[in-house]
């Protein structure tokens, strides 16, 4: 079969982020052969003094094999010690013999560096239904804890090992405040790496991040963080509205930084590092958007004015993931009418005549009609920009939700269609 | 902007369909000059001495003018004396003008054959949210009314009439009978005409339907008939997800035959009609799958075994509008993972170790892994094909579900991005 020809994508930032390390975390990488050649496809993530963690998974019920076994070790409640992903093979759909090459490749990783299995979060992605090579994976690991560093470097090839599809590595990195009440506030750090472009890559590229900080944090205030935050960030993205068998999204405190103790997530000294984490959070979803395969633009859709928050987030997932505004887009089309459309079939609770929607600044619509100062050459104009913003307010209440998609191309066809890695 | 090329599918029947006509039943068409030139764009149908009529319509909440007029029309239990359509203007998000567009096209029509306005159901489809010109429509009724005639011709003029981006007209005919105790049977036509593509036309073509029948049966018995018969035929397809604003089925019944009377909607016989009804239903149904925007191949998927038919029919809809699996299938790629996937997003009651996949003949899975008699030449020489067949059997309890979509090819996108008629 063709192979993909791998362009950069046009979205693509045009400088490389600046990555920081994190005191506790060290990284390594190795090639395992199993899918990629020329590249490694090994990640393993090292905590000397073990993390503390928290987790958020697919909803799919035909979850990978390594899912499950995520989800009963963040539930032992021990300190994790380290994390391993192998890009290539998602080890789902692969029966007993899957769960069992999570657990043979959680045991080594274990022996190598002195804890137990159940310390050792197992992530994959790549192709379904096809078993994984375990046999090509332990015999890398001694290697990889041996030669496992916490520089950015090393960060930055994580970045690109845990890739499969992806036209450009993700990571990001924020500095932020945990205060105390004398007001002195000790530095923290987050970084954060990621891959994926929605479900858009040819065997069903998953989302997976990968998030570590020094913060001291326990695992219920990570978790209740990273679950809220999660729901404005990863789960507000869409490329094409499908769901990975593998999605996995990992939070990771090392407790090396120095802080005020935390024992409720909403205590005001972590305000600041909240918002941080946030950033992180929604710059590593715009990153995979910015990778959506054939992606030319990139559309950021508010809704606001709605009778609830999920509401508003119905209506602009059922905005972004209509093929036939994103084709629109594509062509720079100003068929606004595609967006009545959508809003129409959001199953959410509006009044026509009430809906307000601006295309950039451009008023679109007023009394349930078309705006009286519409000018359809001012919107084909803007049409033709690669950043679209689509504002809907309802005018109904309070609710309000922001999506980030992108648009659909002939090339995510081609892709799709005619390749299989 | 460029016009669309329009050439027919490669899925469209080789012959045209014979038409049968029904007593009681008088069609003529007209040009309106609002969106097309050198074709018919109007359409009358005209029943004289009234139908008893059911209908089903789009769930949008930003439905069209037309919808909410025929909603209360069919409130209202007047006898039904004509349906006209126009095709190229939906008359959607129009505002008051547009409301009041549909009452001054109905009056018109009342005036032509004497009855009253909420005698005439208003259809339209084409661009949305464009004011629609009734000033182009109306000087034409007076001569549709005295042309229109019950020849077979007039239904296939009927049936181009309605069609906006559809590149075949869509026609179906079945006779059944309908019996009394005496076991004497009376012969009963069926007659329907659709047009759409799903919602994948360039300007949302509308799904509109039109079915006629000189069966003597009371509008509560043919509402029961059309919203059961739907569920399994104009709803379960799908192109792309989307939804319209002006979707519209209507099922008119002119009492020309004469018959035992019919007081339930169970009645045994009524069986034979049901039967062919739902004939009538699905091949329109399919047709318009066939004319699915750039379809190359028609995918039906068989799900059963399901804890009830709702859960199969989400199973069949999550893999019937994964974007993944409809390109997969466009480019003759055995990539069976992307099922699994969309299987499992479906929100429904499965058990992976249960799961009992075919394409074709073609064993997939067995204990929640690969079938180990699978082959992927063979699943690939199979998938080269234009008819494609998925069998998901969840072997939980006896639910199933029956969806029809078409593949998703590069001619989608480009129609969609490229071109607005």
Redesign the interface.
């Known amino acids: 079969m063709r192979k993909p020809v791998i362009q950069t994508s046009p979205l693509a930032p045009k400088t490389p982020p600046e990555i920081s390390k994190i005191a506790g975390v060290r990284l390594a990488t190795a090639q395992s052969g199993i899918t990629y050649q020329r590249r490694d496809d090994l990640m393993l993530m090292y905590f000397d003094k073990g993390a503390a963690v928290a987790g958020v998974f697919?909803?799919?019920?035909?979850?990978a094999a390594p899912i499950a076994w995520c989800r009963q070790i963040l539930n032992d409640k021990s300190k994790i010690k380290a994390i391993l992903c192998n890009a290539g093979n998602?080890n789902?759909?692969?029966?007993?013999?899957?769960e069992e090459a999570v657990k043979i490749c959680a045991k080594a990783v274990a022996e190598a560096i002195g804890c137990a299995p159940n310390q050792v979060i197992i992530t994959s992605t790549g192709?379904?239904?096809?078993r994984l090579p375990h046999e090509n994976i332990t015999p890398h690991i001694a290697a990889m804890v041996k030669s496992a560093a916490a520089d950015s470097k090393n960060w930055h090839e994580a970045s690109k090992a845990i890739g499969t599809t992806d036209t450009f590595p993700k990571a990001i990195s924020r500095t932020a405040k945990i205060g105390d009440s004398a007001g002195t506030d000790s530095t923290i750090t987050i970084t954060g790496i990621a891959k994926g472009s929605g479900?858009?890559a040819?065997?069903?590229a998953t989302m997976l991040g990968f998030i570590a900080t020094d913060a001291d944090l326990s695992p219920p205030i990570l978790q209740n963080l990273l679950t809220q935050l999660n729901e404005v960030s990863f789960n507000a993205i869409t490329v094409?509205?499908?769901?990975?068998?593998n999605d996995t999204l990992i939070l990771a405190a090392t407790a090396a930084a120095k802080h005020k103790a935390i024992t409720r997530p909403d205590d005001p000294a972590l305000a600041d590092f909240t918002t941080k984490l946030l950033e992180v959070m929604q710059e590593l979803a715009q990153l995979i958007i910015r990778d959506g395969e054939g992606a030319r633009k990139l559309i950021t859709i508010h809704v606001k004015g709605a009778a609830h928050d999920a509401d508003a987030k119905r209506i602009g997932l059922a905005i972004g993931?209509?093929?036939?505004v994103k084709?629109?887009i594509?062509?720079g089309?100003a068929?606004?009418?595609?967006i009545?459309?959508?809003?129409?079939?959001?199953?959410?609770n509006?009044i026509?005549?009430k809906?307000a929607i601006a295309i950039g600044d451009i008023k679109i619509?007023q009394?349930?009609?078309?705006h009286q100062d519409y000018d359809e050459k001012t919107l084909t104009a803007y049409m033709q920009g690669d950043d679209i913003t689509i504002e809907v307010d309802l005018n109904i209440a309070q609710g309000q939700a922001t999506i980030w998609t992108c648009d659909?191309?002939?090339r995510?066809?081609?892709i799709?269609?005619?390749?299989?890695s």
Do not use: C, H
């Not at 789902?92 to 899957?98: D, I, R, V």
């Not at 094409?240 to 068998?245: E, K």
């Open positions: 697919t909803r799919s019920s035909t979850a998602a789902a759909f692969t029966g007993k013999e899957g192709v379904i239904g096809e479900m858009i040819p065997n069903m094409d509205g499908d769901t990975s068998t993931n209509s093929l036939l084709t629109a594509a062509g089309d068929n606004w009418g595609r009545i459309m959508a809003i129409g079939k959001a199953g959410a509006i026509p005549q809906l619509t009394d349930g009609k078309r659909l191309t002939e995510y066809i081609a799709n269609a005619d390749y299989r």
